[in-house]
T-cell receptor, first 113, second 114 residues
Framework: AQSVTQLGSHVSVSEGALVLLRCNYS??????LFWYVQYPNQGLQLLLK??????LVKGINGFEAEFKKSETSFHLTKPSAHMSDAAEYFC???????????FGTGTRLLVSP | KAGVTQTPRYLIKTRGQQVTLSCSPI?????VSWYQQTPGQGLQFLFE???????NKGNFPGRFSGRQFSNSRSEMNVSTLELGDSALYLC?????????????FGDGTRLSIL
């Protein structure tokens, strides 16, 4: 069975500071990994994905994530936080041949001025 | 290109009633998946349809059902509603095929059970 664990239900940063949201996965097969963002009263928006190839993945809005197989991690980072980054972030995993996403519990990012 | 459209956005029902939610996928997408989002359980997979066939099903009771039409539009039905069915129901579409295809989500239908 596949699963993801997001460490920290809330992360607080100051505007301009580094953003680091943690995600560890468990999968018996090579995983496909995704990060989504959810703003209030909206659905999920895809930030980035890892399928195969380059382990450093760049996404939208300046976010990036690095797939580290040895650490079973897929942490999301952004060099400089912006107020508009305040939202809930979800890490998700799917397997080969399946369209089923298994989500982590989410991390709410708070950005203070 | 239009995104995933879900209707209605908000719905209020009472216990014992049934409800049908609708989802129009992105043009060209053949896979439609449904998820339930609640504060307590988080995001949970309900089922996935591809070319009018249910390919995957999550761990939900039989009161939850769905279908997909030939134009890839999908509906989800919940019968005999319970208070615990109050949730945000999200639909997602993708090209289908392998799990590496990203899913694109609609804004959801917020269902409240009184």
């Amino acid at each position: 069975a596949q699963s993801v664990t997001q460490l920290g239900s809330h992360v607080s940063v100051s505007e301009g500071a580094l953003v680091l949201l943690r995600c560890n996965y468990s999968s018996s097969v090579p995983p496909y990994l995704f990060w989504y963002v959810q703003y209030p009263n909206q659905g999920l928006q895809l930030l980035l994905k890892y399928t195969t190839g380059a382990t450093l993945v760049k996404g939208i809005n300046g976010f990036e994530a690095e797939f580290k197989k040895s650490e079973t991690s897929f942490h999301l980072t952004k060099p400089s936080a912006h107020m508009s980054d305040a939202a809930e972030y979800f890490c998700a995993v799917s397997g080969q041949g399946f369209q089923k996403l298994v989500f982590g519990t989410g991390t709410r990012l708070l950005v203070s001025p | 290109k239009a995104g995933v459209t879900q209707t209605p956005r908000y719905l209020i029902k009472t216990r014992g009633q049934q409800v049908t939610l609708s989802c129009s996928p992105i043009s060209g997408h053949r896979s439609v998946s449904w998820y339930q989002q609640t504060p307590g359980q988080g995001l949970q997979f309900l089922f996935e349809y591809f070319s009018e066939t249910q390919r995957n099903k999550g761990n939900f009771p039989g009161r939850f059902s769905g279908r997909q039409f030939s134009n890839s539009r999908s509906e989800m039905n919940v019968s005999t509603l319970e208070l615990g069915d109050s949730a945000l129901y999200l639909c997602a579409s993708s090209l289908g095929g392998e799990g590496n295809q990203p899913q694109h989500f609609g804004d959801g239908t917020r269902l409240s059970i009184l």
